[in-house]
C-alpha cells in the first residue's frame, strides 16, 4: 500500500511537471531539469529516474526536486541547490546557459546523463555551446553509438575517486546505447577518465547495421573534469519495444553495482559547503 501511494504521488509529480522529495535534515538540496518529449527510450528513462532519486532522496536524507521547466534555470532558483541534474537535455537560451556556467565556475555541482552531453551540427541539438561541450564536457560532439541498448563490462580507471572506490575493477553495467566522441578525452590534461568500456565488452551492440557493432577501441563512459564538481555519466537510454508495443525492455536502475556508484558519485557532489 505504501508503494501504491507513493507511486500515485510521483505519477501525479510528473504531470504537473516537478517532483519534490525532502529528507528530513536534508543533506543537501538537489535540482534535476528534464524534457522528456522526443526518444521513447529517452522518456521512460527520466520517468524512471526521477522515482529513483525520488527515492533515494528519502533513504539518504537529501532533498530532490525536479522540474521540467527550462526557465528555472536561472541564478536565483539555483542559488537553493547544491547539486544540478541534467536527466535527457541541456539548456538552450543564452540567459539560461550564462547562469548554468555562472553556477558551476562558483562551485555548484552537476550530473549529467546520456543525452545531456549530445551535440550534432547539422541536428536539432548542433553544437553551438563551445564552453559546455569543449571545455566543461571535453567531448566535443558526438561521433556515433552502439545499437541496440546492451551491457557493457566496464573498466573502473579511478579507483581513488570517491565515486568509483566502492566499484570493483570490472562490472557489468545495465543495457544502455553508448555513444563516441569527436575528442579523443585521454588527451585532456582537465578530465579524469572514471569508467570506460573493457575489451571484453566486444563485440558490443546487435545492429542491424555493421557500424552500430563496435568490435575495437578506447571508450570513456564516466568522466570528471577536475577543474569543476561534476561528473558526466553516458548511461540514460532503456531499451524499448519500438513501433510494436513501445514499452520499456531494460532500465538504467535496475543494477545494484551501477545504482551504487550513482549514489556514491551524488553523495560526493553534495558535500561541497552549502
Not at 500500500?1 to 509529480?13: D, E, G, H, P, Y
Not at 545495465?174 to 577518465?193: G, S
Not at 532503456?238 to 525492455?249: A, I
Request: hydrophobic share 35%.
Amino acid at each position: 500500500m505504501r508503494k501504491q501511494s507513493l507511486l500515485v504521488t510521483v505519477c501525479f509529480a510528473f504531470l504537473t511537471g516537478i517532483v519534490t522529495a525532502r529528507g528530513q535534515e536534508s543533506k543537501f538540496n538537489v535540482i534535476a531539469f528534464y524534457t522528456a518529449k522526443s526518444d521513447l527510450a529517452h522518456i521512460s528513462y527520466v520517468h524512471e529516474a526521477n522515482k529513483w532519486f525520488y527515492e533515494t532522496a528519502a533513504k539518504y536524507h537529501f532533498s530532490y526536486d525536479s522540474t521540467n521547466d527550462w526557465s528555472k534555470l536561472n541564478a536565483g532558483f539555483l542559488s537553493h541547490y547544491q547539486v544540478v541534474l541534467f536527466l535527457d537535455t541541456r539548456p538552450e537560451l543564452a540567459e539560461q546557459r550564462a547562469a548554468f556556467r555562472e553556477y558551476m565556475e562558483k562551485g555548484g555541482g552537476w550530473m549529467g546523463f546520456h543525452f545531456a552531453g549530445f551535440a550534432l551540427t547539422p541536428s536539432a541539438y548542433p553544437q553551438n555551446w563551445d564552453w559546455y561541450h569543449d571545455t566543461f564536457l571535453g567531448s566535443g560532439q558526438y561521433k556515433s553509438n552502439t545499437w541496440r541498448p546492451t551491457s557493457a563490462v566496464l573498466r573502473n580507471e579511478a579507483r581513488e575517486h570517491p565515486a568509483t572506490k566502492n566499484l570493483p575493477v570490472l562490472f557489468n553495467s545495465a543495457p544502455n546505447e553508448w555513444y563516441r566522441w569527436e575528442n579523443d578525452l585521454k588527451n585532456n590534461r582537465d578530465i579524469q577518465i572514471l569508467l570506460s568500456i573493457d575489451t571484453t565488452s566486444f563485440p558490443l551492440g546487435t545492429g542491424p547495421k555493421p557500424y552500430e557493432i563496435w568490435h575495437s577501441g578506447y571508450y570513456p563512459v564516466v568522466w570528471t573534469n577536475k577543474k569543476f564538481r561534476m561528473i558526466y555519466v553516458n548511461m540514460g537510454h532503456n531499451d524499448m519495444d519500438y513501433g510494436k508495443t513501445n514499452q520499456t525492455l531494460s532500465y538504467t536502475f535496475a543494477n545494484e553495482i551501477q545504482d551504487g556508484f550513482l549514489i556514491d558519485a551524488l553523495l560526493w557532489l553534495g558535500s561541497a559547503k552549502k
